[in-house]
């Protein structure tokens, strides 16, 4: 366990590190959506949480929905759906709307996190992938449920929405690449549900590599090339 303060210097040098090298990331999230787009061919593709639109701009999909309520930043004009997340399911509730591919990057807010996800499941296509942000948090200041001040990074506690999920499914995959803040993959398969569930973040930390199912970027290449 470690103190605010030592969290704090922690972040502050990787940050340095990062704008040493000039980048954060090898690959991002974006790159990781594409690829499944790529493999798949898939062509719908929905995303919960668009905020400035960085993401969705650069998702090569045939077909592009953006949910967003515009609380944080103003709407881009990807968003077609200013609305809650929420509310854009109740609307397409009872309709047969299905998405190949489903990114959620709404509230990061463990109990909105997990209901967008069984949301989500209920709109995908037969062969169809959730990709999930912000699912392995380094610190644990940057996972509380506000918004941190002395650091400028918040992936708020959505890894306990992904470790409650890998408890429950057996019919599904689910692996984190740890690129990212850990960016999660859903797809129909199989795994064998965890029992180890805890929503304790010194307890998560030791053991992330199992919770989550954390694969490097070269397993994600492997896997879905």
Same mark, same amino acid.
């Given at each position: 366990?470690? #103190?605010?303060?030592?969290?704090? %210097?922690? $972040?502050?040098? =990787?940050?340095? +590190?990062?704008?040493?090298?000039?980048?954060?990331?090898?690959?991002?999230?974006?790159?990781?959506?594409?690829?499944? *787009?790529?493999?798949?061919?898939?062509?719908?593709?929905?995303?919960?949480?668009?905020?400035?639109? #960085?993401?969705?701009?650069?998702?090569?999909?045939?077909?592009?929905?953006?949910?967003? &309520?515009?609380?944080?930043?103003?709407?881009?004009? @990807?968003?077609? $759906? &200013? /609305?809650?997340? +929420?509310?854009?399911?109740?609307?397409?509730? !009872?309709?047969?709307?299905?998405?190949? /591919?489903?990114?959620?990057?709404?509230?990061?807010?463990?109990?909105?996190? $997990?209901?967008?996800?069984?949301?989500?499941?209920?709109?995908?296509?037969? +062969?169809? #992938?959730?990709?999930? %942000?912000?699912?392995?948090?380094?610190?644990? *200041?940057?996972?509380?449920?506000?918004? &941190? #001040?002395?650091?400028?990074? =918040?992936?708020?506690?959505?890894?306990?929405? =992904?470790?409650?999920?890998?408890?429950?499914?057996?019919?599904?995959?689910?692996?984190?690449?740890?690129?990212?803040? !850990?960016? !999660?993959? *859903?797809?129909? !398969?199989?795994?064998? &549900?965890?029992?180890?569930?805890?929503?304790?973040? =010194? @307890?998560?930390?030791?053991?992330?590599?199992?919770?989550? +199912?954390?694969?490097?970027?070269?397993?994600?290449?492997?896997?879905?090339?």
């Amino acid at each position: 366990m470690k #103190t605010e303060q030592q969290e704090i %210097h922690e $972040y502050q040098l =990787w940050r340095k +590190n990062c704008k040493e090298r000039g980048y954060f990331w090898k690959i991002e999230r974006t790159d990781i959506i594409n690829q499944l *787009i790529k493999k798949y061919k898939y062509i719908n593709y929905l995303e919960i949480g668009v905020n400035d639109g #960085t993401n969705i701009r650069k998702v090569l999909c045939e077909h592009k929905d953006g949910v967003d &309520p515009g609380i944080e930043t103003i709407n881009p004009s @990807e968003v077609n $759906y &200013p /609305i809650d997340s +929420n509310s854009f399911f109740d609307l397409i509730r !009872g309709h047969d709307i299905k998405y190949d /591919i489903i990114f959620v990057d709404g509230l990061h807010h463990d109990d909105q996190v $997990y209901i967008d996800i069984k949301n989500a499941m209920n709109h995908l296509s037969e +062969n169809g #992938t959730i990709v999930c %942000h912000d699912m392995n948090p380094q610190w644990e *200041i940057v996972q509380r449920k506000q918004v &941190p #001040t002395n650091v400028s990074c =918040w992936n708020g506690d959505c890894w306990k929405a =992904w470790v409650k999920l890998r408890g429950e499914l057996s019919n599904y995959s689910m692996e984190v690449v740890d690129t990212d803040h !850990g960016v !999660g993959i *859903i797809r129909p !398969g199989k795994q064998i &549900p965890i029992t180890e569930i805890t929503d304790n973040f =010194w @307890e998560f930390s030791k053991n992330r590599v199992h919770l989550l +199912n954390l694969i490097s970027i070269d397993q994600f290449f492997e896997k879905y090339d």
